[in-house]
T-cell receptor, first 110, second 114 residues
Framework: SQQGEEDPQALSIQEGENATMNCSYKTSINNLQWYRQNSGRGLVHLILIRSNEREKHSGRLRVTLDTSKKSSSLLITASRAADTASYFCATDADTDKLIFGTGTRLQVFP | DSGVTQTPKHLITATGQRVTLRCSPRSGDLSVYWYQQSLDQGLQFLIQYYNGEERAKGNILERFSAQQFPDLHSELNLSSLELGDSALYFC?????????????FGSGTRLTVV
């Protein structure tokens, strides 16, 4: 079963633009993580935000978390063609296993 | 190279057959997780092992089984294969069996059942 739902399912932008994708989840969490997957490849961990944090930055990535709304957003600033990938949020609702959302497919055109 | 090694990368087999997928976790990681990724089901958690013991079970079919060996590598066994088992199978590892520091994923095994 999916814990998270990403929105939008797909996003197309031009290089240099910002990309924002959202994640909603269903139950309380300890932390929320974002991963990137290039086509057919393994997932790569991007950033983790704990339930007591509201915002976190890493390079061109900015993640926000609103536990009252059970939602998170990932902002990629000044997008590059190399950012083209699928992006997944993941939550650890119970035990330590991560449950992944449905993903957002991002296409960045040069 | 993420440090998590999965073999084989590609596997084509017939319905009814049995296959074994292998995973070596990143050095120092004690926990191994198996996920199945298909177009219609997304990324589904199958099973987790920590230091040789099963810790959590997800949507794993009875035809599937896994184990983690003393050297911490893990194997996922898929039997009586059906067309619907065609998918990407990922292994991930983490420090001390917790998600606190994120998972490191392997590059996956693409299974095609014909």
């Amino acid at each position: 079963s999916q814990q998270g739902e990403e929105d939008p399912q797909a996003l197309s932008i031009q290089e240099g633009e910002n990309a924002t994708m959202n994640c909603s989840y269903k139950t309380s969490i300890n932390n929320l993580q974002w991963y990137r997957q290039n086509s057919g490849r393994g997932l790569v961990h991007l950033i983790l935000i704990r339930s007591n944090e509201r915002e976190k930055h890493s390079g061109r990535l900015r993640v926000t978390l609103d536990t009252s709304k059970k939602s998170s957003s990932l902002l990629i600033t000044a997008s590059r063609a190399a950012d083209t990938a699928s992006y997944f949020c993941a939550t650890d609702a119970d035990t330590d296993k991560l449950i992944f959302g449905t993903g957002t497919r991002l296409q960045v055109f040069p | 190279d993420s440090g998590v090694t999965q073999t084989p990368k590609h596997l084509i087999t017939a319905t009814g057959q049995r296959v074994t997928l292998r995973c070596s976790p990143r050095s120092g990681d004690l926990s191994v997780y198996w996920y199945q990724q298909s177009l219609d089901q997304g990324l589904q958690f199958l099973i987790q092992y920590y230091n040789g013991e099963e810790r959590a079970k997800g949507n794993i079919l009875e035809r599937f089984s896994a184990q983690q060996f003393p050297d911490l590598h893990s194997e996922l066994n898929l039997s009586s294969l059906e067309l619907g088992d065609s998918a990407l199978y990922f292994c991930a590892s983490s420090v001390q069996g917790r998600s606190t520091y994120g998972y490191t994923f392997g590059s996956g095994t693409r299974l095609t059942v014909v």
